[in-house]
């Protein structure tokens, strides 16, 4: 059974940084590529950020490059999105996400397992 655990939000003021986690178990980790995905209330979800199988490339949306990292640990079977110089628009619950296939992983539709998300809510 494949399982992708987020963890590491929370709340925090602007300008502040968090770091998100997620673990995934069940499958061949190295094999898959990663995605960060966000959505706020009354909003469609939209991609954040994204690393491939090898850690080799990663992508990111334009309102979060240069704030926010993506990275990979596929020793730990995990994936990472550091972001840094937060803003209230960036509140959102953030979810990971794992897929096979390959590429145009900006599109949600692309990953074939889901994290539960975590919530992500930056003040003012």
């Known amino acids: 059974q494949v399982q992708l655990v987020e963890s590491g939000g929370g709340l925090v003021q602007a300008g502040g940084s968090l770091r998100l986690s997620c673990a995934a178990s069940?499958?061949?980790?190295?094999?898959?590529?990663m995605g960060w995905f966000r959505q706020a209330p009354g909003k469609e979800r939209e991609f954040v950020a994204a690393?491939?199988?090898?850690?080799?490339?990663?992508d990111y949306a334009n309102s979060v490059k240069g704030r926010f990292t993506i990275s990979r640990d596929n020793a730990q079977n995990t994936v990472h999105l550091r972001m840094n110089s937060l803003k209230p628009e960036d509140t959102a619950v953030y979810y990971c996400?794992?897929?096979?296939?390959?590429?145009?992983?900006?599109?949600?539709?692309?990953?074939?397992?889901w994290g539960q998300g975590t919530q992500v809510t930056v003040s003012t």
């Open positions: 996400a794992a897929d096979l296939r390959g590429g145009d992983l900006r599109s949600h539709s692309k990953y074939e397992y």
């Open positions: 069940g499958l061949s980790f190295r094999s898959y590529n």
């Open positions: 690393i491939s199988w090898s850690g080799g490339s990663t």
